[in-house]
């Protein structure tokens, strides 16, 4: 956690501003006032501010797709209108079906709690997915397994969860109890921002309502999970800021049905360290780790060194990758894969 630097007024440090932000600013500056982004609608953004809310409108050339909840803007403190976009520290973004931008999910995150629920909907094949993305994005992951209380033996669920990536982080909770704010406290001090992702139905909302002490008039709708099938019930239908408990920020997000794997090769590699590292190791610098002779991979999955589910699991998402990733061409009408970089 960034220690608060003396030139910055408490009141703003309290809303997530940093040093790195602080940075940003210049002379021709002067004048504006750092605004937060708390919900991105239509044509409009509305944003926390120190001593408030404000809905902004935006400059010309600029939509409401440029932004996303947790980023800092400085705007026009009586008109109300954003100057310029600062650069974000980490930046949550996804592919989606058909579209041509990728959706932005968050920015300015400290850390992402990935829920899923201990019964049916837990999901490590889906787990990877959003472990690769938060990699991607520049920022650490936490595990938070919800519905402890509805489980008769967790254990292998941590187990598992946490064998999905080196030094991952798996807190069990139960999302209603006043223990969960506890357990997640040391990622929710003063200025810190936590993302919540996962499936619908996990318990995102329940543990939002939980973080933040919301009353009955103020709380996040809940949806349980179907009984026959363990699919939840979309109940978040927009991202949004809410302060919680600790004077941490949350940023609650819509359940993902499906999260298509894009441009993170760096993500991938962070998530299947043991793989990567194995890799230098094969006789063939292109080495699929499938079938050519002389593969480490293969050598170690044989040794019992290597979970070849894991290798599997691997091959699927990078071929998946290797195919969503956008190609550019270059000089010459060479191609280059496009590469947009982690956001640190």
């Not at 997530?16 to 750092?34: C, F, H, I, K, R």
């Not at 409009?44 to 001593?51: L, N």
């Not at 954003?82 to 079906?97: A, F, G, K």
């Not at 610098?285 to 170690?300: L, N, W």
Request: with cysteine; aromatic share 4%.
């Amino acid at each position: 956690m960034e220690k608060q630097d003396p030139h910055i007024p408490a009141a703003l440090h309290a809303l997530g501003w940093t040093s790195v932000l602080q940075d940003q600013l210049g002379p021709d500056d002067a004048g504006l006032e750092p605004m937060r982004i708390a919900a991105v609608h239509r044509s409009t953004v509305t944003s926390f501010r120190v001593g408030g809310r404000a809905k902004l409108s935006l400059p010309a050339g600029m939509t409401t797709a440029n932004f996303a909840v947790g980023d800092w803007v400085l705007a026009h403190p009586d008109g109300l209108q954003i100057s310029r976009l600062l650069e974000r520290h980490s930046l949550l973004q996804r592919q989606t079906v058909g579209a041509r931008q990728l959706q932005l999910i968050a920015a300015n995150v400290d850390t992402v709690f990935i829920v899923t629920s201990c019964n049916d909907d837990f999901n490590p094949a889906r787990l990877e997915r959003y472990l690769a993305l938060t990699n991607e994005a520049g920022t650490s992951a936490v595990i938070v397994l919800t519905k402890v209380d509805q489980t008769p033996d967790v254990t292998a669920f941590e187990r598992t969860a946490a064998g999905l990536q080196r030094g991952l982080q798996v807190v069990p909770i139960n999302g209603k109890s006043q223990d969960a704010i506890t357990a997640l406290a040391p990622w929710c001090g003063a200025g810190q921002t936590v993302a919540l992702i996962g499936s619908s139905g996990v318990g995102k909302s329940t543990l939002l309502n939980t973080l933040a002490r919301k009353s009955e008039e103020d709380a996040q709708a809940t949806g349980s999970i179907r009984e026959d099938d363990a699919k939840g019930r979309h109940t978040t239908t927009s991202r949004s800021l809410h302060t919680i408990e600790g004077g941490a920020w949350v940023i609650d997000t819509p359940g993902m049905r499906t999260l298509h794997v894009s441009d993170l090769s760096t993500g991938l590699n962070e998530l299947f360290a043991e793989i990567t590292e194995l890799a230098p190791d094969c006789r063939f610098r292109d080495c699929t780790h499938q079938h050519e002779p002389g593969c480490a991979v293969q050598a170690a999955v044989k040794a019992g060194t290597l979970d070849p589910a894991r290798l599997s699991r691997w091959s699927k998402l990078r071929e998946e990758n290797q195919q969503n990733t956008p190609v550019v061409t270059g000089a010459r009408g060479n191609k280059k894969t496009s590469a947009r970089g982690r956001h640190r």
